[in-house]
Structures are given as structure tokens and as C-alpha cells.
């Protein structure tokens, strides 16, 4: 499950003076922690950790700030993440709009919601949704980052996996075939990347040959 927790909002928890400065300061700690613990498979008491901290980001910064986007998104895949899918889908689809709209829809934070989104359907068995929605993040992907960006490779495989949830292996080894192709061709060998194409191929039945 994609998850961001530092690169959208280190910097803007930053921000402020004096005792705001502290307390944000503060909420960024509560944030990292939350997500060692997510990293560290402590799923149910990184929600904990980032539900009180959203609570915060709300009450001093509002739900406009760059902070409290970033910590929303974190929430919502972590709730995913605990089988709370419901819940977690509904409040990374508020994340999106929010970003949208207050960022731009061509955002890579924004397209980085919209991907987590994308596979939080899948997660939960919304499979036409998921198709839908993986294609056009990686559509949109495609056009501000270019093809073999490792953000838009990441995006082509979530694409390839909802293919294969809707039971479409055609469509999944035909897409991952492609996006196997250009990461050979773009990226250093055993680059991160290019192993999980691999590993996703493998997961569904390609063989090296299909690639």
C-alpha cells in the first residue's frame, strides 16, 4: 500500500514562530513517529498516532495547510492498511479533492493521493473502480513526468495489478510487458523499480519470456 509521509509536508511544518513553531514542530514528530511505527508493522497504533495527530493539524493549522493534507493522506492509507478499508478509502478520496483543489489536479502530490486512492479500490475489491482510476493517474503521470519516471512506473504496475483483479490477465501482462521494457531500457540494472515490475510479473504468472 503507497503511503507519504515526509516529502509532502516536511517542509511546510516549518513554518510559524515562537511557541507555534514548537507545537508544529511537535505535530511533525507525531507524524514520523506514526509512520515508523506504520513501517515498522505496528498498523493499529500508527492510526492511533495519526488520528491524534490530525486532530492537531486541524485545531492549529486548519485543513487547508500542506500539513494537514499530508497527514490526512498518511491516516487514510494506514486506515486501509488496519482493514479499516471503508474508512480509510473515503477520507484518501477527501485528500484527493482537497489536493485538487487547492494544489492543482496535475500535482504530483496530488496524482500521489489519487495513486494511493487508486490502490486502496483494488485493496478492497472495487476493481472497475480501481481500473479507472489507476489509468488515469498513470495517464496523467505519463504526461508531467514521462514514462519510465519510477512515479509513473510505479503508477503502470498499480494499472497492470487492477487489470489482473478484474481478472483481465491479458490486459495486466500486455501493460506490464511495456512498463518491463522501458524500465530495462531507462533504469540502472536491479534498480528498485525494475525489481518490482518483476516481482509483480511473477505474482501474476508472467514469465520472462511474456516480458
Not at 484518501?92 to 500535482?107: K, M, T
Amino acid at each position: 500500500m503507497p503511503w507519504w509521509s515526509r516529502s509532502d509536508g516536511s517542509s511546510v511544518m516549518d513554518s510559524g514562530r515562537g511557541s507555534l513553531r514548537t507545537n508544529i514542530h511537535e505535530l511533525a514528530a507525531r507524524n514520523a513517529r506514526a509512520a515508523a511505527l506504520f513501517t515498522g508493522g505496528n498498523v493499529k497504533e500508527a492510526v492511533a498516532l495519526f488520528e491524534d495527530t490530525l486532530r492537531g493539524c486541524l485545531a492549529m493549522l486548519g485543513r487547508d495547510h500542506l500539513a494537514t493534507l499530508t497527514v490526512a493522506g498518511n491516516l487514510g492509507a494506514a486506515r486501509v492498511e488496519a482493514g479499516r478499508r471503508r474508512e480509510g478509502i473515503e477520507l484518501i478520496a477527501e485528500n484527493v479533492a482537497d489536493r485538487s483543489r487547492l494544489l492543482g489536479d496535475d500535482d504530483p502530490r496530488t496524482l500521489t493521493a489519487r495513486d494511493a486512492l487508486a490502490v486502496s479500490y483494488r485493496l478492497a475489491g472495487d476493481v472497475d473502480d480501481a481500473v479507472e482510476l489507476s489509468g488515469q493517474v498513470t495517464a496523467q503521470r505519463r504526461r508531467a513526468l514521462g514514462p519510465t519516471h519510477p512515479d509513473t512506473l510505479t503508477s503502470r504496475m498499480g494499472m497492470a495489478r487492477a487489470h489482473a483483479a478484474a481478472g483481465d490477465l491479458e490486459s495486466a501482462s500486455a501493460l506490464l510487458a511495456a512498463a518491463i521494457r522501458d524500465a530495462e531500457q531507462a533504469l540502472p540494472p536491479r534498480h528498485p523499480h525494475q525489481e518490482a515490475l518483476l516481482e509483480c510479473a511473477e505474482s501474476i504468472g508472467m514469465t520472462r519470456r511474456d516480458a
